[in-house]
């Protein structure tokens, strides 16, 4: 089989599985929610440098992450609150469901496919909490935690912007070329062998 072949039936493989996984399937949306949800609470959810991270269900696929700075509050509970809204959906299944259409795509057999799910999806959490974890620092000046200049809110606020675009697409890519140069995943698009079974 030519490379030109292998490389574009792996194209339109890839594009009919990425397109099946933006399909709002019954419940990926809620589990998408609560997957957040509960990540969150685990990593950011604890008092930390003086700040307070509470996530809400907001919408069928939003999540509210309150952010507080109990310093500021007043006894009566009033006080400035950060309120940032988050597609969970986009920021926890977009990226992963990239990574497994690649994945899916790839001339191997489903054992190491398998493989390459558990390890692939387990790597893009770490890209996903630094996200998460920038974006809520990044809020977090609102309610002056931490306190920075102007060229340096600058600074995170692009850093930040630039975390949440690479989430969906780079990280993905990444995770595929790391794990799949192991497992040999994309072999059968730099030669022109036969595809690689398991």
């Known amino acids: 089989m030519s490379r030109r072949r292998i490389i574009v039936g792996f194209s339109l493989r890839l594009l009919l ?8 399937w019954p419940g ?18 604890s008092s930390r440098s003086g700040r307070e991270a509470v996530f809400e269900r907001h919408a069928e696929h939003r999540t509210r992450i309150v952010i507080v700075n109990p310093a500021l509050m007043q006894p009566n509970g009033s006080g ?38 558990l390890e692939g999806t387990l790597y893009l959490q770490v890209p996903i909490l630094l996200t998460l974890g920038a974006l809520i620092w990044f809020q977090s000046m609102q309610v002056e935690l931490p ?15 630039f975390l949440v675009y690479q989430l ?31």
């Open 80 to 117: 400035p609150v950060r309120n940032v809204d988050i597609d969970s959906f986009d920021f926890t299944w977009r990226p992963v469901s990239l990574f497994c259409a690649l994945v899916l795509a790839s001339p191997l057999g489903w054992r190491r496919r398998l493989r390459l799910f």
């Open 168 to 198: 969906n697409y780079t990280f993905s890519i990444v995770a595929w070329i790391v794990v799949g140069l192991r497992r040999n995943a994309i072999l059968g698009l730099l030669t022109h062998s036969q595809y690689q079974r398991s």
């Open 17 to 24: 599985w990425y397109g099946l996984f933006q399909i709002p």
């Open 28 to 45: 990926l949306s809620d589990a998408c929610n609560g997957y957040f949800c509960a990540v969150g609470k685990v990593f950011f959810g």
């Open 147 to 161: 306190r920075l200049s102007d060229f340096w809110q600058s600074g995170a606020s692009n850093l930040s912007h």
